[in-house]
């Protein structure tokens, strides 16, 4: 059976006693409104992953992701932070390949091969982001584009290795912009992620795949999103700065 994980993702936001503020309130309204089973990731920017880890003490069913990691262990990268890094805070997720990382700062799919091992090695559960811009849908060439970006970055991998992997499909076209990708939509790019995934990896690992929707996905959407039978949950951004809004997303993922 595949996990059910909404994960909040809040890019650069917030300031630490914000992050401190957000993820207490959040913690509270999950532990007690929250029955299900589903998996709950926080990824606060990095910078503050220390000081929040306390906060989720003996919270198993919320874990703390960061938003990115370089692809090599140690050296003279400045500013980066890796994946060893991360193991060594207790961190256990990591956003991979998202398309602000893409758009803005040049990641491509072979060196997001390269995040992926790194993360993997580390014993980092890689959250990889995929996706399409607006053109690519209307030039009708999204199917294939998203599939060769989970070709490319993730089909090296053996199938044990893959089962650590969770996907992220996120149209470009519905990041922030308030344009959600319809139930229908969603549902039909998951499924066709499915069967590649099946067709390399065998039914079995594909059907444990978690494959999460994110692009505007909110309080107001997320029941229908989630209720698709290859959406496994969300990539959460502009919703998941807010307590109550996240609560509501992560309850609507039964
Ligand atoms: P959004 O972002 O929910 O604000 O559209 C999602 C994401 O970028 O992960």
Redesign the pocket.
């Known amino acids: 059976m595949r996990k059910k994980i909404v ?1 909040g ?1 809040w ?1 650069m936001n917030k300031t630490l006693d914000e992050a401190v503020s957000l993820v207490s309130e959040v913690t509270n309204m999950i532990k007690d409104e929250v029955t299900s089973d589903v998996q709950v990731v926080l990824c606060p920017p990095a910078l503050y992953l220390t000081t929040l880890k306390p906060y989720l003490e003996g919270q198993t069913r919320i874990a703390l992701g960061a938003q990115n990691c370089h692809e090599k262990a140690s050296g003279a990268y400045t500013g980066e932070i890796s994946a060893p890094m991360l193991k060594s805070i207790g961190i256990s997720y990591v ?1 991979l390949g ?3 990382r893409r758009q803005y700062f040049g990641e491509t799919n072979e060196q997001l091969a390269e995040k992926v091992n790194s993360a993997l090695a580390n014993g980092l559960t890689p959250i990889f ?1 995929c996706g399409e811009s607006l053109e690519q849908r209307q030039g009708e060439i999204h199917l294939d584009f998203v599939r060769t970006q989970l070709t490319e970055s993730l089909f090296h991998l053996s199938p044990e290795e893959f089962a650590n992997i969770v996907i ?1 499909y ?1 149209p470009i076209w ?5 344009l ?1 990708a319809t139930s229908e939509q969603a549902q039909e790019m998951h499924e066709i992620l499915r069967q590649h995934i099946a067709e390399k990896y065998g039914p079995e690992v594909a059907d444990n795949t978690s494959i999460l929707y ?5 309080e107001k959407n997320a029941a229908e999103l989630f209720a698709q039978p290859d959406v496994d949950g ?7 700065l807010k307590s109550r809004e996240f609560t509501i997303v992560v309850k609507a993922n039964k």
């Open positions: 994960a993702n890019k956003i998202h398309s602000e982001c992220a996120e519905a990041i922030g912009t308030g959600t994110g692009g505007s996905a909110n969300g990539l959460i951004g502009g919703a998941s």
